[in-house]
């Protein structure tokens, strides 16, 4: 069965730190990954995706099939990265979250 | 642009009481989804329309959850009767076919 696990409920930082939020998924095929971010009192909204291997608000994630990984990452947290973070799973045009990490960065 | 508009934002009702939610999705949108999001948890697909075509309905626990999508633009999620286990937030989005989904603000349903 296809699965996201993001093992952290939170993760808490100081500014200036290296952030790594971390996503495994279980999935027999090409899998399509996502990482989403909801900040306090906004709605869902997409942070990136592994096809367009780009970097968004410093943030970037890379697919490692062997490990089945997807984990997000940010060499330098910032204040405003606190938020809720989801990993999800496309299949079927379906998306399959994780639980969600919550990100603290600390001044 | 306001982006997927539902109502109400909140709602709070006793259980065995009927519920229901209004999703008004991004124009142009031809597909649509209802999530629900329990606490401490990520969304979880209910249903999947394609214009007025309920495509994804595997998870929709349809012995007291319906959803309609009159003439492929607005829907609305019914909950009849509610149970104490439906207290969630549920989440409508939409997108172009394969597209990004857009998410609304969620609706946040306590049953008591």
């Known amino acids: 069965a296809q699965r996201v696990t993001q093992p952290e409920k939170l993760l808490s930082v100081f500014k200036g730190a290296p952030v790594e939020l971390k996503c495994n998924y279980s999935?027999?095929?090409?899998?399509?990954l996502f990482w989403y971010v909801q900040y306090s009192r906004q709605r869902l909204q997409l942070l990136l995706r592994?096809?367009s291997r780009e970097s968004i608000k410093g943030f970037t994630a890379d697919l490692n099939k062997g490990e089945t990984s997807f984990h997000l990452k940010k060499p330098f947290a910032q204040e405003e990265d606190s938020a809720m973070y989801y990993c999800?799973?496309?299949?079927?045009?379906?998306?399959?979250f994780g639980t969600g990490t919550r990100l603290q960065v600390f001044p | 642009e306001a982006g997927v508009v539902q109502s109400p934002r909140y709602k709070i009702i006793e259980k065995k009481q009927p519920v229901a939610f209004w999703c008004n999705p991004i124009?142009?949108?031809?597909?649509l989804y209802w999530y629900r999001q329990n606490l401490g948890q990520g969304p979880e697909l209910l249903i999947r329309?394609?214009?007025?075509?309920?495509?994804?309905d595997s998870q929709l626990p349809k012995d007291r959850f319906s959803a309609e999508r009159l003439k492929g633009v607005d829907s609305t999620l019914k909950i009849q009767p509610a149970e104490l286990g439906d207290s969630a937030v549920y989440l409508c989005?939409?997108?172009?076919?394969?597209?990004?989904?857009?998410f609304g603000p969620g609706t946040r349903l306590t049953v008591t």
């Open positions: 989005a939409s997108s172009l076919v394969g597209d990004e989904q857009y």
């Open positions: 999935y027999s095929g090409s899998p399509e």
């Open positions: 592994h096809i």
């Open positions: 999800a799973l496309e299949r079927a045009d379906k998306l399959i």
């Open positions: 124009s142009g949108h031809n597909t």
């Open positions: 329309y394609e214009n007025e075509e309920a495509v994804d």
